[in-house]
């Protein structure tokens, strides 16, 4: 069996030791770029982000990326201490302190700040927001179409953690995919609370049946922009989609599988449990969703 690979996985790039990062309004040399052990992100995971992919000078669904920012803040009582315009400038200014144009990857990330005392209470918070921008040149290099491995980890109700929140804590995400690497896979494939298919530890999930796109219902999934545009681009095209439960049965019998993120746009799924997802290689109708969406990042971008 050839090595393991990860749907974040990018072309080594010499630059990216030289990089900039912005850190609460300066842009810092990476050695320099620093917060305090007592900030609420390193101590309690308390914080959002938003990933975001530069092409052609272009940031491919700022808006979209910003709202589901500002989204999250406000649903975890977060004042991210900047207005939108704000939030956009920082990216902008840490884009061209970077000279980046183009195949650039950027981690926005915003926690409730630094502590008074190393105590889980958000009112310990007392320094105002901590805000990082860490921007790389980032071109995906994924050699062959990812393994997955069904984990016990699921994806649950809305009242313990919502699966829709872009949020700092990812551990129940780390476990799932530890879990799919100790079963000899790449990643994850995690159910919801009911059994169904739902989506990887970092991706969203996709299946086709029939020439059928099937994806979760999206009630126990992070509400991926990608996934959206997508599904979008499938009711555009005359691409029959079904946002619908589903159980593992279907997606064993699937004629293909892929998955969605801003990193890797459409990614195969060659294996899921052992079992070969159709030819085990690209299929057309992922192939043809692929040829769609740089269609639209053209379109974003123009």
Known sequence: MDHKVTTHQAEEDARNDQILIYVDGRILPKAQATVSVYDSGFMLGDGVWEGLRLYDG???????????????????????????????????????????TTDAHARLMVTRGVKHRPFQHPGLSRSGPTMVIIMEHSRP????????????HLRGLPMTQDPKLNSHSK??????CIAAEKAGADEALMLDVHGFVNTTNACNFFIVRGREVWTSTGDYCMNGITRAKVIDL???????????NYSLVDTYGADEAFLT??????TPVAEIDGRQIGTGEMGPVTKRLRELYKDLIVQECA
């Open 234 to 244: 499938c009711r555009a095209n005359d691409i029959p989609v079904f946002e619908r």
């Open 261 to 266: 993120g801003t990193f890797g746009a459409q």
């Open 141 to 152: 290099s994924i050699p062959r179409p990812i393994r997955l491995a069904t984990v016990p």
């Open 58 to 100: 272009t940031w491919a669904f700022l808006d979209a990326h910003i709202d589901r920012l500002f989204e999250a803040a406000k649903a975890i009582d977060l004042d991210i201490g900047l207005d939108r315009n704000g939030v956009i400038s920082a990216l902008l200014e840490t884009q061209h302190a970077n000279q980046m």
């Open 171 to 176: 551990l129940n995400c780390i476990l799932a």
